[in-house]
């Protein structure tokens, strides 16, 4: 089982920055793909970015492409998402995921994730 919790949230203007961090549990994070989705009111959960276990793979949503970064320290069983540039449009809850299954899949489909954090809420106002 593996234990995942958010946190960097917060309210920042448009075109900051913020820094997301997810710690993880568990003695095994290091062969998980990680990934981060967000969820904005009245809208279905969406894909952000993902890495592989080795971080040698990163995937992004076309949407956060150029402005987001995702990141892992194994040692630290921490994945962050560095946020730049935030938009109105980038307002949501934030949620870290792991994928127990394949370390290199990065997939951007919710359900090849087992395990999710509780979310942290990113907001961007104008």
């Known amino acids: 089982q593996v234990q995942l919790v958010e946190s960097g949230g917060g309210l920042v203007q448009a075109g900051g920055s913020l820094r997301l961090s997810c710690a993880a549990s568990?003695?095994?994070?290091?062969?998980?793909?990680m990934a981060w989705f967000r969820q904005a009111p009245g809208k279905e959960r969406e894909f952000v970015a993902s890495?592989?276990?080795?971080?040698?793979?990163?995937r992004y949503a076309d949407s956060v492409k150029g402005r987001f970064t995702i990141s892992r320290d194994n040692a630290k069983n921490t994945v962050y998402l560095q946020m730049n540039s935030l938009k109105v449009e980038d307002t949501a809850v934030y949620y870290c995921?792991?994928?127990?299954?394949?370390?290199?899949?990065?997939?951007?489909?919710?359900?090849?994730?087992?395990?999710w954090g509780q979310g942290t809420q990113v907001t961007v106002s104008s």
């Open positions: 568990g003695r095994t994070f290091s062969a998980y793909a």
């Open positions: 995921a792991a994928d127990r299954t394949s370390p290199q899949r990065i997939s951007a489909m919710s359900y090849a994730y087992n395990y």
């Open positions: 890495v592989s276990w080795s971080a040698d793979i990163t």
